[in-house]
Each structure stands twice: as C-alpha cells, then as structure tokens.
C-alpha cells in the first residue's frame, strides 16, 4: 500500500500527489488519501445468477466514426476495463473481471459519487429538510452568491466560477487535493458569464455542506444510516476524506465500492427506491431526478461543450440530458435510459424498459467510443430484448 499524501496545505497535498502519481488522476489512488469506512454487512444480499456467457463472444463498437468489431473478452481487456457487469429482472447474465481484479477488488467509483448524493438530496427533501428551490445562502449564509439555488447546483447550471485543468491553480485540481474542502467550498466566487451548463464540482461540496447542516450528521454518516446499512453491501467501502484533520467527505468523487455491491444501487433506482420492501427513495424523486422533463435542450446551454468529442456526440446531436446529477440517454420511447458516470469510464447503466442494468468499471477510458453507448447497445442486444 502507498504511503499517504503529506497534507499540511493545499501546495503540499499537490506536490505530494505529483511526486507519486504525477499528472495522472489514478483509478486506485484511493490508497493515499484517509477514508471513511463502511463495513460489510452480516447478511448480504446475492442476486440470482443466469450465466449466458455464450452470447459475448463478439462486441461491436465504434471508432474515429466507423463500426468495428472485436472479440468480447479481448476488447474489455485491451481497454482497461475492470469489470462488467450485466443483470436483468435480478438475474446476473455476465459478470467478469479484467486485468488482475476480481469480485472482491474496490474500486474508486469518482463521479459516480455525484449520482448518490443525488439519492442522498432525495431523501432530505422528502423529509422537508430542504426545498430545491431554496436560495443557498438560507443553509450557508455566509457564502454570498445571489439568489443562487440548490436545483442550480443539481442540474450544473449555477454559474459558479471554475477552471478546468491539473495546475494547481485549477479549480479541478483543488476540488482533487484541498485538504479542507468546506473552507474551499466557502470560498468560491460567481461568474460573470451568466448560468448555463457547467459540470462543476464546487456544486457538490456546497450540497455537502448543505447536507451536513440539515442533517446534523456528516454525509457519510447518514449515507450509511440511511442507504448502505440497509442494502446488504458484501464487501467493505469506502468514502475518500479530504484530510484526517477535517474529515469531509469528497462528494464529487470520493466512493469506493465494488462492482458488484455498485450494481444494488442500479437495482434500488430501477425498483423505484425500493429495496426488500422498505422504501428508501421517494419514487417521486427518482421519477423527477432521472426524466427529461423539463430539462433544457437549447444547444446555446450546452454551448460550453461545443468543441468537447462528447459534447458534440450527445448535447449537439440532442441525444442527452443531465438531471439532477444524473446522465440521461434520450430514447425513441418515452421511458429513457439513464446512467452515473465517472472519470475513467466508470458508468452504472440503467434501462427501465429492459429491467436492466449494466456496469462498466475501469482503469481508463480505453475506447473511442462512448461507455455509455457500448452499454446501451449491450442491454439491446438479443439476449437482454427477449
């Protein structure tokens, strides 16, 4: 295991990350920040297993706009994929492990992280805890952004000033390394540019923020009263710290989590925010928090991603959306895919219309084209479409 980072200050915690990682965001490097862990629990929920390996023996997939095909195990190996994992109705059709993981293998989930605090914002809002319409500053006075919104902060649209990059003057980098988020979180300034969308991962620490003063709790704390407890998680995870001396949660990036213990999330949205009878989402929030209603699709409000490869895949071609920090995959019917993504391709896929989920997790993006869309043709294929 590597050493952890020194971090006394912003600067040291960043040179210490350069000196073992360099430029390189790692998929592991989950190992030299402090965590908050959860354990395993007692009785753990297994799903049923209906193995139909015969049917990924090939994989199509697209690259620099052309279709090519590749055997199954090869391509997910070639990748840097680190497990994929197929289920529908509850069954597991395909689970496999890649490139020296298995089962029992964490793995940093990054933005993955911002779909459950999505789930988490559900929950306090059906306690009426919080409205979405709030204003911020009614939770965090002292952070003095004009009639600034929590809705704002879940759909990326709020204006926050934030800077791409891996400099250490780069928002990204700080959000990545400040070993005090909340005093980061407080100190962050609107831009003049006016609201559109941004992915911006200031929003998640103000929600942070906002969740702990509600609640009374820190966020993992009353993560795990209210979700992991109960989910029958089989293996322990883990939620990243900013530092051991402030002890906040990283809720923009900061799960680790097995595939497997990954894929009961899917299942908890796909039934409705239900989980072994007991209602633990409002299914009102799911429904809201994951549909295009009312979503913008302007092309101006996407318009900061209209050089992005991605950017010009989903939001020129009018194929996506983002709700409350989820993506959404429009579909010819009315009852769309929707998916968590995070850096590195990690996505956990789920499919109303098919009672599926899929799980792609990763050790880099590996492919010219879209986890996403690979997942999607995946779900179809004719296994999943029976």
């Known amino acids: 295991m590597k050493a952890q980072l020194k971090q006394n200050s912003y600067m040291q915690s960043y040179v210490s990350y350069l000196l073992k990682n360099g430029f390189t965001v790692a998929h592991d490097d989950y190992h030299l920040f402090s965590t908050k862990d959860f354990p395993r629990s007692d009785e753990y929920f297994e799903y049923e297993m209906s193995l139909k390996r015969s049917e990924f023996i090939q994989i199509e997939y697209m690259h620099k706009g052309q279709k090519q095909t590749s055997p199954f195990k090869d391509f997910m190996e070639h990748s840097g994929t680190t497990a994929l994992i197929l289920i529908k109705d509850d069954q597991i059709y395909y689970e496999d492990y890649f490139n020296g993981y298995n089962r029992e293998t964490p793995h940093k989930l990054f933005s993955i992280t911002k779909s459950y605090m999505s789930a988490l914002l559900g929950i306090v809002v059906n306690e009426g805890l919080i409205h979405i319409d709030d204003p911020i500053n009614a939770y965090i006075p002292e952070l003095k952004l004009k009639n600034m919104t929590i809705k704002q902060l879940l759909q990326m649209e709020s204006g926050i000033k934030y800077k791409e990059g891996l400099f250490p003057w780069s928002d990204e980098a700080k959000v990545y390394l400040h070993p005090n988020a909340r005093e980061l979180a407080l100190s962050v300034v609107e831009d003049s540019s006016g609201s559109f969308f941004h992915y911006n991962d200031y929003h998640l620490l103000i929600l942070g923020l906002i969740l702990e003063r509600v609640t009374g709790k820190t966020v993992s704390e009353y993560m795990y009263q209210r979700l992991l407890s109960k989910m029958g998680l089989e293996f322990q995870s883990h939620w990243i710290l900013d530092s051991e001396k402030h002890a ?59 050089n992005h490869p991605w950017g010009k895949m989903w939001f020129k071609q009018n194929k996506a959306y983002y709700k409350y920090l989820w993506w959404g995959h429009k579909n010819l019917e009315e009852n769309n895919d929707y998916f968590a993504l995070g850096n590195l391709g990690q996505v956990l896929y789920i499919s109303p219309k098919n009672n599926a989920i899929a799980i792609r997790l990763g050790e880099k993006w590996g492919v010219k084209d879209w986890w996403p869309s690979i997942l999607y043709k995946l779900i179809n294929n004719q296994v999943f479409a029976k």
Do not use: C
Request: no cysteine; glycine share 6%; aromatic share 16%.
């Open 248 to 306: 906040f949660e990283k809720t923009e990036s900061g799960l680790v989590m097995t595939a497997i213990d990954l894929a009961k999330f899917g299942s908890l949205y796909l039934n409705q925010g239900k989980w072994q009878g007991e209602q633990l989402i409002n299914p009102e929030w799911i429904k809201e928090s994951t549909s295009p209603e009312n979503v913008i699709s302007d092309r101006q409000y996407f318009h900061y991603y209209n």
